[in-house]
Structures are given as C-alpha cells and as structure tokens.
C-alpha cells in the first residue's frame, strides 16, 4: 500500500474487518504513514495475517478476533479501545460500524476518532420507502458518533453531507 501522506506516527489505531481485502489496503496504509495498528476481523487468522504482513513492512501491528455480533466479544473490544489511547478507530460494514461507533462513545469523549467507511449505506434511490426510512433514520443518529465519514460513491456522499458535516470521497 502506498502511504496516505499523513504522518501517523505514535498515533495508534484499530481497523475494524481489518482481515479483508479492503480493510487490510487501509490497516496497511495506515501503518505505513507510522501508525500502529490494531486489526480486528471475525476471522482470527485474516487479522494476524495482515498485521505479520504489517510488521514484515516494518510496521507495527497486532491481530485480534473480534465479532460484533457477540456481546462478549464487543465488550471484550470496548475495553480495549476504553483502555488503550488510540486515536484512530476506523469501522466498516453497517452493522460493525453502528456497534462500533457506539463501543467508542466514551473513547471519543478523550480524543479517539471514529472514521466510517461506508461501502454503500442501506438506504438508497429504488429501495423499499420503509427500509429507506428506518436505516437511514439510524445511520443519522450513528452520525453524531463519526468524526469523519467516508463514502464511494456520489449518491452516498450526498446523503452523507446531509447526515454529517465531514463527508467526503
């Protein structure tokens, strides 16, 4: 990956889905602009495999297996991030970015910020008028808890400036 052009260095971040091919690319960035990074992916071995990777380039990282859908594994993932000082926590995916962004309410309240990389939120033109209604209702409230928001498309960078103040392609 080729660095981000930020300097990150001693800052600390976590990668949510850090074992996949997208979220690794940022995990790897990231770590590359001197950040250390902490990748958590439901599969264990995806997320060690990117942070080997990460420290084989020079960089420093961990793997942790995390799944948001687990109530213990999300506590166990808040403490984490509540304990630790990071300063970056970067979520995907709609459900992981909701459980993670408000996982991070309190972390934020010191300095930690919550970047939302959305691959396409769940509301969209020619979706069902009720599914439209309740997610984008929710995405809205998880707004108040992203410091910025990334989107990948035009139709989503729209809505998403008028959910948040820092939307951007």
Same mark, same amino acid.
């Given at each position: 990956p080729k660095n981000i052009n930020i300097d990150l260095k001693d800052k600390v971040a976590v990668v949510t889905g850090g074992g996949g091919i997208l979220c690794s690319s940022f995990a790897?960035?990231?770590?590359?602009?001197?950040?250390?990074?902490?990748?958590? !992916?439901?599969?264990?071995?995806?997320?060690n495999k990117v942070a080997d990777e990460i420290v084989k380039d020079g960089g420093i990282a961990i793997g942790?297996?995390?799944?948001? @859908? !687990?109530?213990?594994? @999300?506590?166990d993932a808040k403490k984490i991030v509540n304990e630790n000082d990071y300063d970056i926590v970067h979520c995907h995916t709609p459900i992981a970015a909701m459980c993670t962004r408000l996982a991070c309410i309190k972390a934020r309240k010191k300095g930690t910020k919550v970047f939302y990389t959305a691959h396409g939120f769940h509301f969209y033109k020619g979706g069902s008028k009720l599914n439209n209604l309740i997610y984008k209702a929710i995405e809205g409230f998880a707004a108040h808890f992203t410091d910025p928001l990334v989107t990948i498309n035009k139709e989503d960078f729209e809505t998403g400036l008028y959910n948040t103040a820092s939307a951007f392609i």
């Amino acid at each position: 990956p080729k660095n981000i052009n930020i300097d990150l260095k001693d800052k600390v971040a976590v990668v949510t889905g850090g074992g996949g091919i997208l979220c690794s690319s940022f995990a790897k960035a990231i770590a590359s602009s001197g950040a250390k990074v902490a990748v958590l !992916d439901l599969n264990e071995e995806a997320a060690n495999k990117v942070a080997d990777e990460i420290v084989k380039d020079g960089g420093i990282a961990i793997g942790i297996k995390t799944n948001v @859908l !687990d109530k213990k594994s @999300l506590e166990d993932a808040k403490k984490i991030v509540n304990e630790n000082d990071y300063d970056i926590v970067h979520c995907h995916t709609p459900i992981a970015a909701m459980c993670t962004r408000l996982a991070c309410i309190k972390a934020r309240k010191k300095g930690t910020k919550v970047f939302y990389t959305a691959h396409g939120f769940h509301f969209y033109k020619g979706g069902s008028k009720l599914n439209n209604l309740i997610y984008k209702a929710i995405e809205g409230f998880a707004a108040h808890f992203t410091d910025p928001l990334v989107t990948i498309n035009k139709e989503d960078f729209e809505t998403g400036l008028y959910n948040t103040a820092s939307a951007f392609i």
